[in-house]
């Protein structure tokens, strides 16, 4: 089973809707976690508007609370996706060259943008896109 950590800013709307998005598609071959490179919504429930977004997709993110990234969680991990450029830079210095191996973008070559402080279709099109980019991790070895 591969182990997929998803990693955003804060923890709070990218990173747990890929994670539960990710664990749904890849049920029987991944293990998906998230974090935030904050801690700013540490143990807090996901954004009210991301969860109104995947409900909107059929997902329940009720159960999320906010985690800040620990190394534990990096070294847990088999790939690390982060939803854009700046995360996927933050987590190069944390994690070394040692690590880079195993660090990408979840889209391949294209930021999923924050949704933050943007209205409700905002984070409906942040959803979608994260939900569609499942297709490039599930399934893969």
């Known amino acids: 089973m591969r182990k997929v950590l998803t990693v ?4 709070y709307c990218r ?4 994670a539960l998005a990710l ?4 049920a029987a071959e991944l293990e998906v976690r998230s974090a935030g490179l904050i801690g700013k919504w540490e143990g807090e429930p996901a954004n009210e508007s991301m969860i109104t977004a995947a409900r909107r997709l059929g997902f329940d993110l009720t159960a999320h ?4 990234i620990t190394l534990d969680m990096l070294n847990w991990a088999d790939s690390v996706l982060a939803m854009d450029a700046a995360v996927l830079e933050s987590l190069r210095t944390i994690c070394g060259e040692a690590s880079e191996r195993k660090l990408g973008l979840y889209l391949g ?3 999923v ?3 933050m402080g943007k209205d409700q279709e905002a984070f409906n099109a ?3 896109l994260i939900e569609a980019g ?3 991790h599930a399934g893969r070895q």
């Open 8 to 11: 955003c800013l804060g923890n």
């Open 15 to 18: 990173s747990p809707f890929a």
């Open 23 to 26: 664990a749904r598609r890849g």
């Open 65 to 68: 609370r906010g985690q800040q």
């Open 109 to 111: 070559d294209r930021d």
């Open 113 to 115: 943008p924050d949704p």
């Open 126 to 128: 942040c959803a979608v």
């Open 134 to 136: 499942t297709a490039l």
